[in-house]
C-alpha cells in the first residue's frame, strides 16, 4: 500500500473519530464506560510515543540513560496526575538537562 494512500485513510479515519466525537449525544458521552476510555487514551498515546520513539528504522533499541530518566521523570508526573502537556514538559526538560550535562 502506497505511503500517501495510508497517510489519506488515517486522515479520514481521525477525522471521522473527531466528528464522532463532536455529533454523540450527551447521553453516550456521559456513560462511565466512555469516560474510563477517554481518561486512559492520552497515557495510552504517550506509551505509545514512547515505544516508538525508542527503536530506529532497523528495530534496534536506540535509547541511552537521560533518556530513560526523561520518560522516568514523564511516569512520575504522570503518577502525581498532571496534565499531559505538563507530563511532556516535564519529561522533555530532564532529557535534555541531562543530555547537556553528559
Known amino acids: 500500500m502506497s505511503l500517501w494512500i495510508m497517510v489519506v485513510l488515517t486522515s479520514l479515519g481521525s477525522y471521522g473519530l473527531k466528528l464522532a466525537g463532536v455529533s454523540l449525544p450527551q447521553s453516550v458521552l456521559n456513560h462511565p464506560r ?13 506509551t505509545a510515543l514512547i515505544v516508538t520513539g525508542l527503536f ?17 521523570a514523564g511516569a ?11 507530563v511532556f514538559i516535564v519529561a522533555i526538560v530532564t532529557c535534555a538537562v541531562l543530555q547537556l550535562i553528559v
Open 34 to 46: 466512555v469516560q474510563r476510555t477517554a481518561y486512559l487514551l492520552p497515557p495510552a498515546m504517550l
Open 56 to 72: 530506529d528504522a532497523n528495530g534496534h533499541y536506540g535509547v541511552d540513560w537521560p533518556v530513560l530518566a526523561g520518560v522516568g
Open 76 to 86: 512520575i508526573a504522570m503518577r502525581f496526575k498532571a496534565s499531559l502537556v505538563t
